[in-house]
């Protein structure tokens, strides 16, 4: 079971409370009718799946409703921070190839896992070799 | 029921008192459990958890600006918007209070009937401010828990943390009670508050019967308004 940092509520809560809503900072075609027909079926179905670092918009359903940013590692599940709605991810995959590259823990203070950081700075230790 | 008035903000919004006339018997969410002989008449019932309906309160839901409503609110109910997340302020006899449910949304709770002129109060009150109000007294009910075992209760059918430093006294959230919605209150030292939705009152109710067998729960409510 996973602690999700709410950035409204402002505290851990249980996963169970949250629901994951797809890939993060989609924006929409600001004139949709001079698009072509690519550039908005890529809009509309077409979503980044990456191995790594990835930004994901999730609900907290059952508490105060509100969707709100993820930056979650894909290989590992780890939550590497959350941030509301408008904000932009502090943590990309560049900053973290960057970090792990410089032997830099990647969410130095930032864990969102409770009791994640020992395993998880094993499996990080095991990709950067 | 009461004719609509089209008064209050300018003429833009419907307005009426959901409270039904004398002559049409209200029925609070936890009526169907109580024909089902689930829920007794308040008795004072002698056990380690107590759990008790306050039925037909109003119920209204404020959205809108913090600051702009916490002026509204505070001129004209006497209680300020909680300023932090998961803030729940309470009156001082605890029959009247105000809770953060979300960055822009507050419920308020008041004494049933006073809720429609309240709600009129504040939207006189707000003018032209970009706000919201919605009566939502008939969708959900307060349930009190207290008793030495409520936190053990509650410990059973809620994934959040029960204790008091988890959830002290002024705190109230939103969260998982045996895998539907409640929102979870502590507004005083003797208790929890538990506000359910109408369609899934019944089954709350069951969940609470079955988790406290065991320290022989009864769930009451008042028979009558
Ligand atoms: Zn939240």
């Given at each position: 079971?996973?602690?999700?940092?709410?950035?409204?509520?402002?505290?851990?809560?249980?996963?169970?409370?949250?629901?994951?809503?797809?890939?993060?900072?989609?924006?929409?075609?600001?004139?949709?009718?001079?698009?072509?027909?690519?550039?908005?079926?890529?809009?509309?179905?077409?979503?980044?799946?990456?191995?790594?670092?990835?930004?994901?918009?999730?609900?907290?359903?059952?508490?105060?409703?509100?969707?709100?940013?993820?930056?979650?590692?894909?290989?590992?599940?780890?939550?590497?921070?959350?941030?509301?709605?408008?904000?932009?991810?502090?943590?990309?995959?560049?900053?973290?190839?960057?970090?792990?590259?410089?032997?830099?823990?990647?969410?130095?203070?930032?864990?969102?896992?409770?009791?994640?950081?020992?395993?998880?700075?094993?499996?990080?230790?095991?990709?950067?070799? | 029921?009461?004719?609509?008035?089209?008064?209050?903000?300018?003429?833009?919004?419907?307005?009426?008192?959901?409270?039904?006339?004398?002559?049409?018997?209200?029925?609070?969410?936890?009526?169907?459990?109580?024909?089902?002989?689930?829920v007794d008449?308040v008795a004072g019932h002698d056990g380690d958890v107590k759990v008790v309906e306050r039925?037909?309160?109003?119920?209204?839901?404020?959205?809108?600006?913090?600051?702009?409503?916490?002026?509204?609110?505070?001129?004209?109910?006497?209680?300020?918007?909680?300023?932090?997340?998961?803030?729940?302020?309470?009156?001082?006899?605890?029959?009247?209070?105000?809770?953060?449910?979300?960055?822009?949304?507050?419920?308020?709770?008041?004494?049933?009937?006073?809720?429609?002129?309240?709600?009129?109060?504040?939207?006189?009150?707000?003018?032209?401010?970009?706000?919201?109000?919605?009566?939502?007294?008939?969708?959900?009910?307060?349930v009190e828990l207290s008793g030495d075992k409520a936190?053990?209760l509650?410990?059973?059918?809620?994934?959040?943390?029960?204790?008091?430093?988890?959830?002290?006294?002024?705190?109230?959230?939103?969260?998982?009670?045996?895998?539907?919605?409640?929102?979870?209150?502590?507004?005083?030292?003797t208790g929890f508050e538990?506000?359910?939705?109408?369609?899934?009152?019944?089954?709350?109710?069951?969940?609470l019967l079955?988790?406290g067998?065991?320290y022989g729960l009864r769930v009451e409510s008042?028979?009558?308004?």
């Amino acid at each position: 079971m996973f602690y999700i940092f709410c950035p409204y509520c402002d505290e851990r809560r249980e996963e169970e409370e949250f629901h994951p809503s797809g890939q993060a900072h989609l924006v929409r075609p600001t004139d949709p009718e001079s698009v072509s027909d690519e550039a908005w079926g890529d809009y509309l179905f077409f979503r980044d799946n990456p191995r790594g670092i990835h930004h994901e918009m999730w609900v907290h359903r059952l508490g105060c409703r509100k969707f709100f940013n993820i930056t979650r590692d894909t290989t590992t599940y780890e939550i590497l921070e959350t941030y509301p709605m408008g904000e932009q991810p502090t943590i990309t995959a560049e900053t973290a190839r960057v970090r792990r590259e410089q032997g830099v823990q990647t969410a130095d203070g930032g864990w969102q896992t409770v009791g994640a950081q020992p395993e998880n700075s094993t499996l990080n230790e095991e990709t950067s070799s | 029921m009461s004719e609509a008035h089209f008064e209050a903000n300018g003429g833009n919004v419907a307005v009426f008192d959901t409270h039904p006339s004398e002559v049409i018997a209200a029925e609070s969410p936890l009526h169907w459990s109580r024909e089902r002989g689930l829920v007794d008449d308040v008795a004072g019932h002698d056990g380690d958890v107590k759990v008790v309906e306050r039925p037909f309160l109003g119920h209204l839901i404020l959205r809108g600006g913090a600051i702009t409503l916490d002026e509204a609110v505070r001129a004209e109910l006497g209680i300020s918007l909680p300023g932090k997340p998961l803030g729940l302020n309470v009156d001082a006899d605890g029959s009247r209070s105000v809770q953060w449910l979300s960055p822009d949304e507050w419920l308020v709770i008041v004494p049933g009937g006073e809720e429609f002129e309240l709600e009129n109060r504040l939207r006189e009150h707000l003018g032209d401010a970009h706000f919201a109000i919605v009566n939502v007294s008939g969708g959900q009910t307060l349930v009190e828990l207290s008793g030495d075992k409520a936190r053990e209760l509650l410990m059973k059918s809620v994934t959040y943390d029960v204790h008091s430093h988890g959830l002290p006294v002024g705190k109230a959230v939103g969260t998982v009670f045996a895998k539907t919605s409640v929102v979870l209150r502590r507004p005083n030292e003797t208790g929890f508050e538990l506000v359910i939705r109408r369609s899934f009152a019944d089954y709350c109710v069951r969940w609470l019967l079955d988790a406290g067998r065991e320290y022989g729960l009864r769930v009451e409510s008042p028979s009558s308004r």
